[in-house]
């Protein structure tokens, strides 16, 4: 369950900064010159400062809504509305602390990186389901013996 957890906040943390990233793609096609200020107002103040408080709110809406009980036998759809419900949780929980801090985080990158982090912690529930469902993983000790 430890890998489980420390996967889906990796992933996160990266769907954010890939948010970040987002938000920069569409300035370099908006603006005609990105200053060195404005990458560093992104990376530095946006995204970096950020890492903590997503990591702690998406393990406390992860954790909460139900995305860590055993849901191994779960049908694809059941998954798909878990996972909309925890990270919809946390996302509650991210813009709740931004508003009430007054934190700059620019729209597109709350849009753009809570949209990435679904997509991820939703593929890798899928990718594990399947792979699961596919493939009998049995332990060591138990793979080189056969019942006939």
Known sequence: MFV???VDLFLSN???LLGVVTTVGLKVFQWDALSKAFFYEMF???WLPNVPIVTLFCLVAYSFA???RGTRNEPYVGRLILVGKSVGFAFLLF???VYIRDVFVPKSTMIAGWFYIFIFVLASRLL???FFRQYQVTSLE????SDG
């Open 142 to 145: 138990n793979y080189g013996s």
């Open 95 to 97: 813009i709740s602390w």
């Open 66 to 68: 139900g995305l860590y």
């Open 128 to 130: 594990s389901t399947a």
């Open 14 to 16: 990266f769907g954010l």
């Open 4 to 6: 489980r957890v420390a």
């Open 44 to 46: 530095l103040k946006v």
